[in-house]
């Protein structure tokens, strides 16, 4: 009977009406009202289990040694010696000792703690949302490099140090706004081009960013004359002319010309004018490039002037701008002589130019 009481037995847990700590022992599972004594390990008092509640001992129940009362409507008096119940309380209190702990074990066991894990954050171990137990170490951050609009950022989770980036901003053209040569944004509006007109050599040209539109007007050329070139009514410039022949006489052409003046012209063609002593044109005209002219010039004392070139314009602008002007210092007879000039170097040689400007040549 006692074998079989064991195996249908079931534990308890109780708070001692004594000491008031929690106790664990062991009662038979089937439903009875037979009082059972129990005795607090801690504090050694007794209490009586009974129809699943707890109540102070009373001497006048009886217990059973098996710690039964046997099953009666009214629990008898127990008539004990002292050292009896001194053997049978040291007994229930090993018994008892070992039974609470075994419960405890099971108890705890049942209601034992599963944690719910919540994943580690980059600021936060991986953490139990039941009791805030924790386990490792945070991720930490992942930083995305700072933006010209944006602080470093951390891509998990959104924190942010530092400050953003200045805008590197690269000055507006004629065709973009001011923009961030980093992230590309912009800022403000184009310039306008700044056109510069086309001429008859060039298109319309942009004078900021270059940009070239349509094509150029072209010369309107102006008609040839004797003494004039083509002009272009537009830019003023002017087409070279066609040669002079050698000998051409451009002023006074009308006076009577006694004396003789020979020009033996060097690789460039040579304009020539004879001024008198106060500087006054008198006669001029045209000897050609590497041939000997010889032209009939009024008597009379006169200075030589030269003007030599390539491309001739006429009178007026000789051989344009790459003109070299001179002139013989010395105030020549033409009354009583005739006079020949070489105009490249030869051995003995007795004449230098003098170089002048186009003003006095003129």
Known sequence: MDEDRKLNSRMVLRDCPGCGK???FSVNSE?????IMVTCPNCRSDFVYLNDEIYPYASSVPVSSSEKIEESPQPETIQSTPQRKKRRTIGLSIALGIAAVLGLGIFLWANRHVHTWADAGCDTPKTCTVCGITEGSPKGHSWQPATCTAPETCSVCGATQGSPLAHSWTAATCTKPKTCSVCGATQGSPLAHSWVAATCTKPKKCSVCGKIEGNSLDHNWSKETLTSPSTCSRCGKMRPMSTPKTGQVYIGSDLYCSSELTINASSESVYVKLKNSSGKDVFSFFARANQTTTV???????????????DWYGPKYCFGDATSYSKDNELLDFNSYTYTYTLYSVTDGNFSETPVDKNEFD
């Open 22 to 24: 929690r106790i664990v």
């Open 31 to 35: 439903p009875r009202s037979n009082p």
């Open 296 to 310: 009939s010039v009024p008597s009379g004392n006169y200075r030589v002037y030269f003007a030599h070139g390539t």
